[in-house]
């Protein structure tokens, strides 16, 4: 076993550019999010994608960086990170049971 | 390690070494495992959430009451959509970059400027807790918006609304009391004496981990 309780990561030194770039990127990010929104641009898909592209991007900017969690061991980040894989199959199987709903509730309770 | 010939992918062979060891699997400083396991099960809460409100809103047969409009504030004469939540994530992305200069200065044992920065944090945690009370109320007292219906459409929003930004509101004033006890500490030398500052660099993982729930309740809730 190499290395007893030895405890070396955890401070990390990074120069404080990187936070301030990353910090700029998230209100770059949140902004060109907000404008999409704002000019409503059309295919609403494309907005959409974009948005979910831009949220996506932020999490990962604030994960790495803020948290520190590409300068963790491994071990760690795959711990971390895997487990929350489980939600795609939630929102995998709920996505078509909300379209199944609608449509049982239009057909027998009526509506648009 | 020492099989050369199964030529396994690097990152698995170095998962497989750092899992074997036993005792200390991840090798950090037990508060920060700790924060990080109970962040793992808050983003299964708050996906959850996310989810559910996924579907309450496919299931809706009334049209879904646009964020933009529910949002809106008045500028003098002019109607500007979800002008208020944008300054609400101006301010919370400003906390999480404050957090990150915090942890930085606790990373150089600067006692003051990390205290300071921490009480910035709490401040723009404090402001975005004060905006969103403000948001609330102006929903159900000015526009009628209930958790069982409201008069602009789908009565579903109302619960999706109450229930995600509610859960995040409360993480977020948990926050503020939380980053208050640690500046205290901060200034009583209470991370001099232990030697580590690490209990600020665990405290900012709570802080970003809120910061990124906003990032999906704005992408998924507002701006869809």
């Known amino acids: ?90 929102v995998a199987i709920l996505l078509p049971e909300g379209q199944y709903v609608a449509t049982v509730r239009r057909l027998f309770l009526g509506g648009p | 390690m020492e099989e050369k010939g199964l030529r396994q992918p690097r990152f698995l062979a170095r998962l497989a070494g750092e899992w074997s060891g036993d005792l200390a699997a991840f090798r950090v400083v037990w508060a920060k495992a700790m ?37 809106a504030l008045h500028l003098g004469e002019r109607e500007v959509p979800l002008l208020l939540i944008a300054i609400m994530t101006v301010v919370l992305i400003s906390s999480s970059g404050t957090m990150a200069i915090a942890v930085y200065h606790a990373y150089h044992r600067r006692k003051g400027h990390t205290a300071l920065f921490l009480l910035l944090t709490a401040l723009l945690g404090l402001t975005f807790v004060s905006m969103q009370a403000f948001e609330w109320t102006h929903l159900i007292r000015d526009l009628g918006f209930r958790p069982w219906g409201n008069p602009m459409g789908a009565p579903q929003f109302g619960s999706s609304f109450f229930m995600l930004t509610g859960f995040h509101g409360l993480h977020v004033t948990a926050g503020v009391i939380y980053l208050l006890a640690v500046a205290s500490r901060v200034l009583k030398g209470v991370y001099d004496r232990a030697g580590s500052y690490v209990g600020v660099e665990v405290a900012g993982l ?3 981990f809120v910061d990124l729930v906003w990032v999906f309740i704005f992408a998924f809730f507002y701006l869809f």
């Open chain 2, 206 to 208: 709570y802080w970003h």
């Open chain 2, 35 to 71: 924060m990080w396991i109970f962040l793992v099960s808050d983003s299964f809460i708050f996906g959850s959430f996310l989810a559910g409100y996924a579907a309450a809103r496919l299931a809706a047969t009334e049209p879904w009451p646009d964020p933009g409009k529910v949002f």
């Open chain 1, 1 to 90: 076993m190499e290395g007893s309780p030895e405890i070396p990561r955890g401070e990390q030194h990074q120069p404080i550019g990187v936070y301030l770039a990353v910090w700029g990127l998230l209100f770059v990010l949140s902004a060109l999010s907000y404008l999409l929104d704002y000019f409503k641009v059309e295919p609403i898909g494309l907005r959409r994608f974009l948005i979910t592209a831009f949220a996506f991007l932020k999490a990962g900017l604030i994960v790495a960086y803020f948290m520190h969690l590409r300068f963790e061991r491994v071990g760690l980040v795959y711990a971390i990170l895997l487990p929350p894989l489980l939600l795609v199959a939630l």
